[in-house]
């Protein structure tokens, strides 16, 4: 009788636990598409006809700063609500990877739009793939995770082609909005596949 008792208890327990996971990811995700559309929107109003050749305004480098920086920031606050095991490991490595880009930034605020084109595919690269080895060991746990494993695949495309093509003429700020604004698409889908699943489990 006990031992029943302490397992419904455990099941409870994971159950409540995995439901204010979700929770608390789905809002992680939608503060993370309204930050994107703000981000997108500034970049565009203000700096969308910087080419590669061109030396970052004080705007532009703010901006590209800020992105790496703000996605430190989001998976301090993910490890927090679901980061344990190797989830916590793949994490710091996300971390680092984000202070290592926003360093970069620093330095290309110096140089050309094309050096920090370069470092924001390297690190959109880099960072896609730590998304997706997470989004695909927390289907079992979490669920609803397949629009980030898309996401995560498209971002290591997506910075590939960024970086690949930063000397480029056409090249410019308006590829990494392009970039942004497709993240928080995904994002979007995923608070909607979050949703749901909160819904069935709340059944």
Do not use: K
Not at 22 to 48: E, M, N, Q
Not at 147 to 163: E, R, Y
């Amino acid at each position: 009788m006990t031992h029943t008792t302490t397992a419904s208890t455990a099941t409870a327990t994971r159950t409540g636990t995995g439901a204010g996971t979700v929770a608390g990811l789905r809002s992680l995700h939608l503060i993370r598409v309204v930050f994107s559309l703000i981000w997108v929107a500034l970049v565009l109003t203000t700096s969308a006809s910087l080419g590669a050749t061109d030396r970052p305004s004080v705007g532009a480098a703010v901006l590209l700063t800020v992105y790496p920086l703000w996605d430190v920031v989001a998976t301090l606050l993910e490890r927090r609500l679901a980061g344990t095991g190797s989830d916590r490991r793949v994490s710091t490595v996300n971390i680092g990877l984000g202070l290592a880009a926003t360093a970069g930034m620093l330095i290309a605020g110096f140089s050309t739009i094309g050096t920090a084109l370069v470092v924001f595919g390297l690190w959109a690269l880099l960072s896609g793939a730590v998304q997706l080895f997470v989004a695909i060991g927390r289907r079992r746990a979490v669920g609803a995770q397949w629009p980030m494993i898309v996401s995560g695949g498209q971002s290591v495309l997506a910075g590939a082609t960024i970086a690949a093509t930063a000397t480029s003429p056409t090249s410019g700020l308006s590829t990494v909005a392009g970039y942004s604004a497709f993240g928080a698409f995904w994002f979007l889908v995923s608070v909607i596949a979050l949703s749901v699943r909160g819904h069935r489990d709340g059944r």
